[in-house]
Nanobody
């Protein structure tokens, strides 16, 4: 069982930035893709960003150009840099390790003035 621990959420004004991090307990982290999801109140969980083992990325259309997913393999960490935040980005953000079916505990991101 791979454990994922997220950090970095919080309250931010519109237009601000936050950086989320997710640390995995697996030493083979570098071999697999990692995902970030989010779930807003009353809505289904949606896929925000993905990164493959070799660093290829994909994004939800609504976050393209504002969010950047990255990974630091020697630290078993995947990050989500979120810039130009909007109120509609408010959600609980989860990292996901699909190869092992593991989910982080979630971190709340609230964008409000």
């Amino acid at each position: 069982q791979v454990q994922l621990v997220e950090s970095g959420g919080g309250l931010m004004a519109p237009g601000g930035s936050l950086r989320l991090s997710c640390a995995a307990s697996a030493d083979i982290f570098s071999l697999y893709a990692m995902y970030w999801y989010r779930q807003a109140p009353g809505k289904e969980r949606e896929l925000v960003a993905t990164i493959t083992s070799d660093g290829q990325t994909k994004y939800l259309d609504s976050v393209k150009g504002r969010f950047t997913i990255s990974r630091v393999n020697n630290k078993n960490t995947v990050n989500l840099q979120m810039n130009s935040l909007k109120p509609e980005d408010t959600a609980i953000y989860y990292c996901h390790f699909p190869a092992f079916g593991s989910w982080g505990q979630g971190t709340q991101v609230t964008v409000s003035s």
